[in-house]
């Protein structure tokens, strides 16, 4: 089956501009995941989409991140405007409903700015 | 505030060697899985425990998971240079996994 897809790989901002991030799962799971990995760190969850609905975002900083899935499919993160700490990989996972099959990750979006 | 604690932090040994890495909580989870990531990539699951006292076994990448659930081990026999990578532990709770921090692992020929 294909894998997480996720675009762009790479990008380069000055701070106060804005980005935003693509991923497309895997056919047929529920359940979609935006992380925030810095180097040398564990993946940290910014939000998590049940079909097109908001399962959590408690760690989601909205006041410049922003995420959306409005088909129940695709998702796109947004990030506005962005700051120096926000250079880090964003990871996009998906799973069917649950964790005990465990995720699937797409290879991240690595984002600096500078 | 669940946390879960990995060490250590950064491990670099020869190839051939034995390794064993920690994943340790407070918390009890209900299940507890192991991804590798290696660099530019995502994380990749390599096994998911369930039971108290499991162990599973892959190749040469043994897997224990506590009597209590509150913690897990991953041993690598005769490690070789393409187990380098960071291995990541999650723990299963409330239907959200709780991450490690990792443990970067060098593999040296």
């Known amino acids: 089956e294909a894998g997480v897809a996720q675009s762009p790989r790479y990008k380069i901002i000055e701070k106060r501009q804005s980005v935003a991030f693509w991923c497309n799962p895997i056919?047929?799971?529920?359940?979609l995941y935006w992380y925030q990995q810095i180097l040398g760190q564990g993946p940290k969850l910014l939000i998590q989409?049940?079909?097109?609905?908001?399962?959590?975002d408690s760690q989601l900083p909205k006041d410049r991140f922003s995420a959306e899935r409005l088909k129940g499919v695709d998702s796109t993160l947004k990030i506005q405007p962005a700051k120096l700490e926000d250079s880090a990989v964003y990871l996009c996972?998906?799973?069917?409903?649950?964790?005990?099959?465990?995720?699937?990750f797409g290879s991240g979006t690595r984002l600096t700015v500078v | 505030t669940q946390l879960l604690e990995q060490s250590p932090q950064f491990l670099s040994i020869q190839e051939g060697e034995n390794l064993t890495v920690y994943c340790n909580s407070s918390?009890?989870?209900?299940?507890l899985q192991w991804y590798r990531q290696e660099p530019g990539e995502g994380p990749v699951l390599l096994v998911t425990?369930?039971?108290g006292g499991e162990v599973k076994k892959l190749k040469r990448l043994t897997f224990q998971f506590g009597d209590a659930r509150k913690d897990s081990s991953l041993h690598i026999t005769a490690a070789q240079p393409g187990d380098t990578g960071l291995y990541l532990c999650?723990?299963?709770?409330?239907?959200?996994?709780?991450w490690g921090a990792g443990t970067k692992l060098i593999i040296k020929p």
């Open positions: 996972a998906s799973s069917w409903t649950g964790t005990e099959y465990g995720y699937t």
């Open positions: 425990v369930v039971t």
């Open positions: 999650a723990g299963d709770s409330n239907y959200q996994l709780i």
């Open positions: 918390s009890v989870f209900s299940s």
């Open positions: 056919s047929g799971h529920a359940t």
């Open positions: 989409f049940q079909n097109n609905g908001v399962v959590d």
